[in-house]
């Protein structure tokens, strides 16, 4: 490949980099519900930084967090993982199930705040 064509490529790709990840990032994200085997809504929906923007979250360790012995390592974040990487379907010990660690940690919040949705309808949209 030439100079040229080589710098035509890192553009490109650089492109194709920043659409993803704004794509991800700013636009509505639908949680990732394959790892239930047979889903019974649609997969939640939020706007991943829109929403900790609005709801004031600072720390990303609010949701992806790290565990060691029971204790929450501060300023510690698990964002390269998937929360299923942890959870399994089933609660293991201390560690809840899947569901039920979504469930706490969104609706947790929510009715902890007294503001963000409870209502399944308004995560998991018809
Ligand atoms: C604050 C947001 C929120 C609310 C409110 C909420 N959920 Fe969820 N729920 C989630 C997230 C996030 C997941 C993780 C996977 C996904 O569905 O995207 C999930 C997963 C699930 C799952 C497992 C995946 C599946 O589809 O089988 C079920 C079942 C479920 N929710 C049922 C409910 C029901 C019933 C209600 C109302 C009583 C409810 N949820 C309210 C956020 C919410
Ligand atoms: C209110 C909870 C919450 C907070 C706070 C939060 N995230 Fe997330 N984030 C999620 C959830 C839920 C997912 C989806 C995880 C899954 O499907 O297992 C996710 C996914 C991600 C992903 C992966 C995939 C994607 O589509 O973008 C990255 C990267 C990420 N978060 C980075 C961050 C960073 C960096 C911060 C802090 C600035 C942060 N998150 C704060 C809840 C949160
Ligand atoms: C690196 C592994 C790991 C990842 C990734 C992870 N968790 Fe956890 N989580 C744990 C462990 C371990 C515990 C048990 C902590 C204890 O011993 O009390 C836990 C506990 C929880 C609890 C109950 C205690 C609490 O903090 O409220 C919730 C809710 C929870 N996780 C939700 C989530 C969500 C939602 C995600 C994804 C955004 C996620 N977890 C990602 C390891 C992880
Ligand atoms: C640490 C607290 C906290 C956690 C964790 C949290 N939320 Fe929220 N959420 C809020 C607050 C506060 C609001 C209300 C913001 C406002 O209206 O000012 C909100 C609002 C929302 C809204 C309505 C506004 C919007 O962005 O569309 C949705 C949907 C939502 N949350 C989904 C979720 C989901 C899904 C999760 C879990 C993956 C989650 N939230 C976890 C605090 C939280």
Do not use: W
Request: charged letters at 25%.
């Amino acid at each position: 490949m030439n100079k040229c064509a080589v710098y035509m490529l890192s553009a490109l790709l650089l492109t194709v980099f920043i659409l993803v990840t704004a794509y991800s990032q700013d636009d509505m994200m639908f949680v990732d519900n394959s790892v239930f085997s047979k889903p019974e809504r649609t997969a939640a929906v939020f706007e991943h930084d829109a929403h900790n923007e609005m709801a004031a979250i600072e720390a990303c360790d609010e949701c992806h967090h790290i565990y060691e012995e029971g204790i929450r390592i501060e300023d510690e974040s698990s964002e390269d993982q998937m929360c299923s990487e942890c959870h399994d379907i089933e609660a293991t010990g201390r560690v809840p199930g899947l569901m039920k660690a979504f469930h706490l940690n969104c609706k947790g919040c929510h009715l902890g705040r007294k503001k963000g949705p409870i209502m399944c309808g308004e995560c998991h949209p018809r």
